[in-house]
């Protein structure tokens, strides 16, 4: 519920309340789309730029309904705004960017058609902990141009009245509460001895069964590696029945072999013959991990990728060759592109 719903609040002279619902998930759908209203007890926006509503009346409330989408970098918004003013409601359409690279630091930059003044701001912000703290310049179009002049102001004109199309800063910090829903992870139950007898704990020795089964495991794909590596000991089928015999034992193998795939610290040749493995008699059909592994630093991961994503050829899987077609290593464009390709009589799917 609370990945859907945030409900929050902004203080000037009053307290103005907002909330935000989330429709559609980029995850399940083409974009994210949210609807929202804020602004329900106060106007703290109209009373921070010391604005009026065309009535001349305080109002409260406003109405929103944006889109948004993630692309590798970027991430774009767009959105429209309806406040009720006399007889009517005000619409005002909104457009903004924001950098969407896996750091704490973004930087971002919006603009709205608002009291025939495009307005525009721009700022950034840095995540620490479950604080958000973010500042940037309001009316961006006022500190760079006025009249018809450019230049640097910033300082408003004399005869400003309000804080519209005039230079001006901002300063915010958000806590994110955290998800109280989840259940804490429970102690794991302690292992009973009772007298004269020792028992053993069943629990413990699936442990410890698993640890030995993880080694095993781990030993088999360096093995693999090492044949791949060597021109006498990569025989195609002795190779093949090595990966049948990992795949044997079942989901917990398979598992295992994503944790290696994973792995930064494993080796480049265990980590592609984990995937080759993963692939070997079976298809695979988790695209997310896929798409974690497409973006790796390695070109022998990210042409892995390619393939296994290739013969999945699904609308997501379509999604993320489209990227891997314009990859700058060679042979993982041409193996993405190779996928692309469709009959004439035939239309790839939409993502």
């Not at 307005?119 to 912000?125: C, L, P, Y």
């Not at 298809?283 to 999945?312: K, M, Q, Y």
């Amino acid at each position: 519920m609370a990945s859907r719903l945030s409900v929050d609040a902004e203080l000037s002279d009053g307290i103005g309340l907002g909330t935000k619902a989330a429709l559609v998930r980029e995850a399940d759908g083409p974009f994210d789309l949210s609807l929202g209203f804020d602004e329900l007890l106060y106007p703290t926006d109209r009373d921070l730029f010391g604005d009026v509503t065309r009535s001349g009346e305080a109002t409260t409330g406003r109405a929103w309904l944006a889109a948004a989408q993630k692309w590798d970098f970027v991430r774009a918004r767009a959105a429209v705004s309806m406040e009720p003013s006399s007889g009517s409601f005000h619409m005002v359409p909104y457009l903004a960017f924001e950098t969407a690279f896996d750091l704490p630091v973004s930087i971002g930059w919006e603009s709205r058609w608002e009291s025939t003044i495009w307005r525009q701001d721009i700022g950034a912000s840095v995540a620490w902990r479950s604080f958000h703290i973010a500042g940037g310049l309001t009316e961006f179009q006022a500190w760079i141009l006025r009249g018809l002049k450019p230049g640097w102001f910033p300082t408003p004109p004399v005869d400003a009245t309000t804080g519209i199309d005039n230079p001006g800063w901002w300063v915010s910090v958000t806590l994110d509460i955290p998800n109280f829903s989840k259940e804490k992870p429970q102690p794991p139950p302690p292992i009973s001895v009772s007298c004269p007898a020792p028992v053993v704990d069943s629990q413990a020795l699936r442990s410890v069964a698993e640890l030995l089964e993880g080694r095993t495991l781990r030993e088999d794909v360096a093995e693999l590696a090492a044949r791949s590596r060597s021109d006498a000991g990569s025989d195609p089928l002795a190779m093949s029945i090595l990966r049948r015999r990992i795949l044997s034992e079942g989901p917990a193998a398979r598992t295992l072999l994503w944790k290696i795939c994973k792995d930064p610290a494993a080796s480049l040749d265990e980590r592609v013959q984990a995937m080759v493995t993963l692939s070997d008699g079976i298809s695979i059909s988790d695209t997310s991990a896929l798409e974690a592994l497409s973006r790796d630093p390695a070109p022998a991961l990210r042409l892995e990728s390619a393939v296994d994503l290739g013969h999945i050829g699904s609308g997501p899987s379509f999604r993320i060759l489209g990227r891997l077609a314009q990859d700058p290593d060679e042979s993982v464009r041409e193996s993405a592109k190779s996928f692309l390709v469709v009959p004439d009589k035939a239309s790839p799917p939409k993502n």
